[in-house]
């Protein structure tokens, strides 16, 4: 059973272009939620999405965020217009739903330059 | 709004030396904690669940206990080892069925051959 997978790995993107990390959750798996993480920081909620629908978003930043978890198909957080301060960590985790155990992908690392 | 606080952070141990590190969060109605260790660049292994109900749970060298009228976590490492040098993450999850996890920004501890 693969665990979660994201990527890119790594992604480097100048200064107005636009981020896209994809995120495969746990075989089984309908619930993701997404992390950032600055550097010398703890992990930073961001969103909560089950199958086609928004949970919570309460983390993520009103403008240039935005996520999706489609009927098929991988989970996306897509980041417009990057900005420096976007460079980060994102990890992704999926879990079965009913408050089990959460499961985290390896990350994405994002550079703005 | 929960907040996890983590101490120290950073610690560094000869190997060998049993060593303690501390989790606090300030709600203490949560639903279950959780237990991470990072690798530089890495994702996030999971090392021990405790549910609310549970005052400990033990996996090889590592204990974690639980005090959850207190808001208190620690992770016990036994017989430390230079492999053991990661950060280790506390995480706590609400009760309510959406509720993300809320992590600490963690410990990094180092162990010295």
């Known amino acids: 059973n693969a665990g979660v997978m994201q990527n890119p790995r790594h992604l480097v993107r100048r200064r107005g272009q636009e981020a896209r990390l994809r995120c495969s959750p746990m075989?089984?798996?309908?619930?993701v939620y997404w992390y950032r993480q600055l550097p010398e920081e703890g992990l930073k909620f961001m969103v909560y999405l089950q199958k086609e629908n928004i949970i919570d978003e309460s983390g993520m930043p009103k403008e240039r965020f935005s996520a999706e978890f489609p009927k098929e198909g991988p989970s996306i957080l897509r980041i417009q217009q990057v900005v420096r301060g976007d460079s980060a960590a994102y990890f992704c985790?999926?879990?079965?739903?009913?408050?089990?155990?959460?499961?985290f992908g390896e990350g994405s690392r994002l550079t703005v330059l | 709004k929960q907040e996890v606080t983590q101490i120290p952070a950073a610690l560094s141990v000869p190997e060998g030396e049993n060593l303690v590190l501390n989790c606090s969060f300030t709600d203490s109605a949560i639903y279950n904690l959780q237990w991470f260790r990072q690798d530089p660049g890495k994702g996030l292994t999971s090392l021990l669940l405790i549910q609310s109900s549970q005052r400990e749970q033990t996996s090889g060298r590592l204990n974690a206990s639980l005090d959850k009228s207190s808001g208190r976590s620690t992770l016990y490492i036994a017989a430390s080892q230079p492999g053991d040098s990661a950060t280790y993450l506390c995480a706590v999850r609400g009760r309510r069925v959406s509720e993300k996890l809320v992590f600490g920004k963690g410990t990094k501890l180092t162990v010295n051959p």
């Open positions: 075989k089984g798996h309908s619930h």
């Open positions: 985790a999926s879990s079965p739903g009913g408050q089990r155990e959460l499961f």
